[in-house]
């Protein structure tokens, strides 16, 4: 069975505090997405060259990746000539399947956080300035509380103003401990200061910020370099997780930024955020074909709980439950 009768399966007609979540969140991506292909299926009486063209230009602007496009589109093609297929309005299923099958087939996307088996797990959070570093450590933290996990903060964005006291108020908030240096200082004390207080407080997770300025790359990876020297000296397992947080708002743009850092340090999992505020969700796959980096989380709004751990039929169905008779 593929995934688009799977996935209409187990959600349509029913709906978790978790799929609503997926829904609200990727509402405009899908109504767009879903819209087009609608419409699309509507102009054509017969699948042909054009209308192949024209999903084409659907899923590139969806943001899904020009190679990947050509793959999926390949896919479709080979599935539609085999079974006969020539109304557009019987693809839906395949179109979906065809999509999500590179992606679902790779076994080794895991989207758990990596904890250390015993002792601290240190997170490094990088990402350009904007990108949603401050608001997503403020959310992860709160999850961890709530699953009964301790947590402490490390303020290493110490480039931009005021980016210190942002988290601090966000720790105040979750009354948990952030560890801060001045305005200006070297990232990397602060780093050490808080793997020091945390391994003496004996939380179980400290997650750093960081100031991702990729204009200045080899600046940019030296502080990274630095930043993990001094981690890997008392916890030799860590960092056990640095997640890239991309703006998904920013497109192709994003993707690239992520193809940057991704050669300036080792990225173990990427957090997408600002996927409420984007119409175009295809990113998901083209970071997945530019990068094979895991995406573990995904920001689908402000809130506290608005922070979602990726999961890939939730969002699936999110972006197309429009197009499974809904
Ligand atoms: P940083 O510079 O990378 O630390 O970015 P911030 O954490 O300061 O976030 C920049 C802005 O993005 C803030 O206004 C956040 O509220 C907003 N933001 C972060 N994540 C999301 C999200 O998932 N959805 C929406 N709508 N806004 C977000
Ligand atoms: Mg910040």
């Known amino acids: ?65 020009v190679n990947m496009v050509m793959t999926i589109v390949d896919e479709i093609k080979k599935e539609v000539r085999l079974n006969n297929i020539k109304d557009p309005h019987a693809i839906n299923d395949i179109i979906v399947d065809k999509m999500f099958v590179i992606y679902a087939n790779d076994s080794i996307m895991s989207t ?9 797990t240190v997170i490094l959070m990088v990402g350009v300035n904007g990108a949603g570093k401050t608001t997503t450590i403020a959310k992860l933290a709160n999850k961890m509380l709530k699953e009964g996990r301790t947590v402490m903060l ?66 940019l990876m030296r502080e990274l370099e630095k930043m993990n020297r001094i981690i890997k000296k008392s916890v030799p397992d860590g960092p056990q997780e640095t997640l890239l947080v991309i703006d998904a708002t920013t497109g192709q743009n994003g993707v690239n930024q992520a193809v940057e850092f991704s050669k300036i340090t080792d990225i173990t999992g990427i957090v997408l955020t600002k996927m409420d505020g984007t119409a175009k ?32 039929e939730q969002y699936i169905y999110g972006l197309c439950h429009d197009l499974m008779g809904e």
């Open 1 to 65: 069975m593929g995934f688009f009768s799977k996935i209409k399966e187990t959600f349509v007609g029913k709906s978790t505090k978790q799929n609503e979540k997926y829904v609200a969140g990727l509402d405009k991506s899908s109504t767009s997405f879903s819209d087009k292909i609608n419409s699309l299926a509507a102009r054509y009486r017969e699948i042909n060259d054009e209308y192949f063209d024209e999903l084409e230009n659907i899923l590139i602007m969806s943001d899904v990746g």
């Open 112 to 120: 758990k956080i990596n904890y250390a088996k015993e002792g601290l």
């Open 154 to 219: 490390a303020a290493g964005d110490t480039f931009r103003a005021g980016a210190i006291d942002q988290l601090d108020v966000w720790a105040k908030r979750l009354g948990i401990t952030c560890v801060k240096g001045k305005e200006g200082s070297d990232p990397s004390s602060v780093i050490y200061d808080g793997v020091k207080q945390a391994k003496e407080a004996g939380v179980d997770v400290l997650i750093c910020d960081t100031a991702g300025r990729l204009q200045n790359k080899v600046g």
């Open 281 to 312: 969700g295809g990113i998901v796959l083209s970071i997945k074909d530019m990068l094979n980096i895991p995406v573990k989380f995904i920001g689908l709004g402000e809130k506290m709980d608005d922070l979602q751990e990726f999961d890939l």
